[in-house]
């Protein structure tokens, strides 16, 4: 079993639900975010492209927070999904120095937190609260080795990229394009 | 004219809009693990050359310090964590990936070890100290006894916790400023050349002096060479470090890292031990504390500057 998301970049509009979902499913403290929308803007008006990303933990198959963490915090369940046991992280900060991507923030009370992709939710069968929410569908979440998952069909038929592939880690994040 | 323009949502705070996770506590610590690293090094390396007579203070009473340095470097990293009261959680496993967990273990060897070192030289920096209990007393003429032994473990660990203080950083590919495997060396050596200023300053005897200045003068010259290197390696790699090389060639921290790291810190005192051993008489604390203060810059400087840089996408 492998999860992974796909994110359709032409059908994101960049409102932000999957955002607040997030911190409203998971009470991510004010101030701070899980996942995040990055507007790129390429070209001169009036030949511009914009391409909306909705971002998040890439839940590496070659996860560099995972090998830095110096007490197992940070660690992969099946699945793929890397996490994070608050009570055994010590916030050195090693994990967040290590992702490329950024995707994890020291919490406020101590230790480092990041996306889960709603492991809580996918455990009882249902989807990601960001996935849940997209008014206009453009996150596609499943198991990459089910051909029939959502994510694997979104696969199929488009072209897609991943987030700074040079850096190594394996993304499991992948970006209709 | 082409352009790209990034926008994102995110605001974290010490996330965006760059990184800055680690403040003053991990280079002082780096700088106090480099200096703790050099001092025993040498300690060792005297004592297994049998030369404790003539190298007094380097085997002697430069490893005074390093008990204190150790133990405030410890702090420092506690200050550093942000969920203080799990530190606990680093000594219930061994992550052999993990080159924070390699120095969370090296420490815990190193230090008590520095602690023996002192104490058995205790009695000859005061010569009316006693231990009190008869099993001190028999545990110091045990030391004291396999001095050789301990000298040999001792720099072994040195060179572990030297090479790791660099490690540390080059380990994270995430920032391109600190992913290259020049550092562990590098952070090694620097921390050698700041070991032998420390040991340098507090000698007493001529001779010594000259042989640790004739040390330091190798060491300069090596980490010259390795910081050279380091350059060439970043400029003629991919575009992420090109960009973090241009941070010190013209960038912002081009005049603190040239003028304090590199002139101050390197050229400057070995011009001066230079002419020191040419028979000129300049005070040795100068370049011991320019090469002193040479160090730590350096470590503050890789620090900020390394969580500047980043991927591009």
Not at chain 1, 69 to 94: L, N, Q, R
Request: proline letters at 5%.
């Amino acid at each position: 079993m492998r999860y992974a998301m796909a994110i359709d970049t032409k059908k994101c509009v960049g409102c932000g639900d999957c955002v607040v979902a997030c911190q409203t499913e998971n009470n991510v403290p004010h101030g701070y975010c899980r996942d995040w929308i990055v507007e790129n803007v390429a070209g001169t008006y009036p030949n511009v492209e914009i391409e909306l990303r909705s971002e998040r933990c890439n839940h590496c198959d070659n996860s560099p927070c995972v090998r830095c963490c110096p007490t197992g915090a940070s660690h992969i369940v099946e699945g793929g999904i890397v996490m994070v046991t608050a009570d055994k992280c010590i916030g050195c900060g090693a994990c967040i120095q290590s992702c490329p991507y950024d995707a994890r923030y020291s919490h406020p009370d101590g230790y480092v937190d990041k996306c889960t992709f709603c492991k809580h939710r996918v455990d009882n069968g249902q989807l990601p609260a960001c996935v849940e929410v997209c008014p206009t569908k453009c996150l596609y979440f499943g198991d990459l080795d089910d051909p029939n998952s959502d994510v694997s069909k979104a696969l199929q038929h488009r072209k897609w990229k991943v987030l700074a592939p040079e850096a190594g880690t394996k993304p499991q994040l992948y970006f209709l394009t | 004219m082409k352009e790209e323009l990034f926008v994102s949502g995110r605001d974290i705070p010490n996330i965006d809009p760059y990184l800055n996770i680690w403040h003053w506590q991990i280079p002082l610590y780096l700088y106090l693990g480099g200096l703790a690293a050099g001092i025993l090094f040498f300690a060792g390396y005297f004592t297994i050359m049998r030369k404790e007579k003539d190298m007094e203070a380097t085997v002697k009473w430069a490893p005074f310090l390093v008990p204190f340095a150790l133990v405030l470097g410890l702090f420092a990293l506690f200050l550093d964590l942000k969920h203080k009261l799990y530190f606990w959680q680093l000594y219930t496993t061994v992550r052999f990936t993990s080159p924070m967990s390699w120095g969370a273990w090296t420490l815990m060897l190193i230090t008590p070890i520095s602690f023996i070192w002192v104490a058995t030289y205790m009695k000859e920096l005061f010569p009316k100290w006693d231990w009190k209990f008869e099993f001190l007393n028999k545990a110091e003429a045990y030391a004291i006894k396999n001095r050789k032994g301990l000298a040999w473990i001792m720099m072994m660990l040195a060179v572990i916790l030297g090479v790791y203080t660099g490690i540390l950083l080059s380990a994270f590919n995430a920032r391109p400023l600190w992913n290259t495997s020049i550092l562990g060396p590098l952070f090694l050596v620097s921390g050698l050349s700041t070991g032998l200023a420390a040991s340098m300053w507090m000698s007493k005897s001529k001779y010594e002096r000259k042989v640790l200045s004739r040390l330091d003068l190798i060491m300069i010259g090596v980490e010259l060479f390795l910081i050279i290197h380091l350059f060439m390696g970043f400029l003629s790699a991919s575009e992420v470090q090109i960009e973090a090389a241009a941070l010190f060639l013209g960038g912002e921290f081009t005049v603190v890292f040239w003028v304090f790291v590199i002139i101050l810190g390197l050229v400057f005192p070995a011009v001066l031990e230079t002419l020191e051993l040419r028979g000129f008489h300049i005070p040795v604390w100068i370049p011991a504390l320019l090469i002193l203060i040479g160090g730590l810059v350096f470590r503050f400087v890789m620090v900020e500057a390394g969580q500047i840089t980043r991927f591009l996408y």
